[in-house]
């Protein structure tokens, strides 16, 4: 099993949608959990990070399910400047906190 | 706000040369990483660079990189003799898991163009 696993989509939906995407992790013990967005041959940023009781900011909410070991974000009302790759990271136990895991990331298309 | 901070942003060597890629960190973090991304695929783990040792290193981290914190400030991936498939977009990155907030902060990338 993939240590961190995402849809690779593309989803393309129109502007003003809701979508989800989900991302599972192998690590029953990982500790930090975060979201980040990817532009087009940009670096990574960070979009959000991801809590126990589920986070909301603004349109963005990500969930945290450590039963079924998996992590959300549901955009609602999607705008046209959210098209991006949305990348699910995942930081093991802070005793070997050495390596942030990626998920090969979702691509994400809004349309007018 | 902090930022991590990559030079050059573009890169580009012939096969078989050396090439020096470097990162400043943010100046309060203690983990720092290499990774790469070879132009429309996933974000790929190199190396981690923790207590001015390497921390933790993928099977892409051959005998070919070398890292290296030279000054206190600087962070450095080497490689040093360079293949077509070394093509890619090297990105460094920093973090602090002993705060509260452990995210990474990612420089904008080198841009490696082998020909």
């Known amino acids: 099993r993939k240590e961190v696993e995402q849809d690779p989509g593309p989803f393309n939906v129109p502007e003003g949608a809701t979508v989800a995407f989900n991302c599972t992790y192998s690590?029953?013990?990982?500790?930090?959990f975060f979201w980040y967005r990817q532009d087009c041959r940009k670096e990574p940023k960070l979009l959000m990070s991801?809590?126990?009781s589920g986070n909301e900011d603004g349109r963005f909410t990500a969930q945290l399910n450590r039963a079924s070991q998996y992590i959300s974000l549901l955009i609602r009302d999607s705008k046209l400047s959210d098209s991006a790759t949305y990348l699910c990271?995942?930081?093991?136990?802070?005793?070997?906190?050495?390596?942030?895991?990626f998920g090969s990331g979702t691509r994400l298309s809004i349309r007018p | 706000e902090p930022e991590v901070t990559q030079t050059p942003s573009h890169q580009v060597t012939q096969m078989g040369q050396e090439v020096i890629l470097r990162c400043v960190p943010i100046?309060?973090?203690?983990?720092f990483y290499w990774y790469r991304q070879i132009l429309g695929q996933k974000v790929e783990f190199l190396v981690s660079?923790?207590?001015?040792?390497?921390?933790?290193k993928s099977e892409i981290f051959d005998d070919q990189f070398s890292v290296e914190r030279p000054d206190g400030s600087n962070f450095t991936l080497k490689i040093r003799s360079t293949k077509l498939e070394d093509s890619a977009m090297y990105f460094c990155?920093?973090?602090?898991?002993?705060?509260?907030?452990?995210?990474?902060?990612f420089g904008q990338g080198t841009r490696l163009t082998v020909v």
């Open positions: 990155a920093s973090s602090n898991p002993r705060t509260e907030n452990t995210e990474a902060f």
């Open positions: 690590n029953s013990a990982s500790q930090s």
């Open positions: 991801v809590y126990s």
């Open positions: 990271v995942v930081i093991p136990p802070y005793s070997s906190a050495s390596k942030i895991i």
């Open positions: 100046s309060n973090h203690l983990y």
């Open positions: 660079f923790y207590n001015n040792e390497i921390s933790e």
